[in-house]
């Protein structure tokens, strides 16, 4: 990963989920689904393929910095919706970047396919088992999310407010430890 890159995509653009809210009740009680399809295309390709179609799925997926909708589910009313990252506010804009260490943790189920890193709606990157990356964010408050290969987000998200000049350290396993 990058981190130069990563830095010049938060600064810049200062994407942010904070204040995204449903578009059916106003409710900002939000569960990430994932990627548009990806429930689908995991089935299918999954089924049809195995282990193999997981590898080439993995492949395909390893672009970085990418702005796509994400699915959400809204836990008030139940209607799922797609939205794209939001502008951040002043109040969320940091005077300095905080840096994150996100560290996937060595597991045997899904050892050959990495997981995709997402912040803010953002697609940072693609992490391998027991592996770490860095990257910087201008945002105060943020939301971290894990998807598998085909884009489908594992359960829970992570949220934390950044620090001017901190250090975050998040360790991943299939769920936020």
């Known amino acids: 990963m990058d981190n130069q890159n990563a ?3 938060n600064a810049v653009n200062a994407p942010s989920v904070y204040y995204l ?3 059916f009740c106003g409710s900002n009680n939000l569960r990430v689904l994932g990627k548009k399809g990806a429930l689908g295309a995991s089935i299918a390709i999954g089924g049809m ?6 590898l080439v ?3 395909i997926s390893q672009d970085n910095f990418t702005y796509e909708p994400t699915n959400y589910k ?3 009313c ?3 919706f797609e939205a794209l990252p939001l502008a951040a506010q002043p109040d969320e804009i ?4 905080c840096k994150i260490v996100f560290t996937r943790a060595s597991s045997f189920v899904g050892m050959w396919v990495s997981q995709t890193v997402w912040m803010n709606g953002v697609k940072l990157g693609s992490i391998k088992n027991g592996k770490t990356i860095e990257f910087m964010t201008m945002t105060k408050y943020n939301t971290l999310f894990v998807t598998d290969q085909y884009g489908v987000a594992f359960k829970g998200d992570y949220k934390f407010e950044a620090q001017p000049g901190g250090i975050t350290q998040v360790r991943f ?5």
């Open 173 to 177: 396993k299939r769920k936020f430890l």
């Open 94 to 97: 940091l005077t300095e970047p």
């Open 49 to 54: 393929f195995g282990a193999v179609g997981n």
């Open 78 to 80: 139940k209607q799922k």
């Open 21 to 23: 809210k449903c578009p």
């Open 7 to 9: 830095q010049q995509v």
């Open 57 to 59: 799925a993995d492949s």
């Open 74 to 76: 809204c836990e008030a």
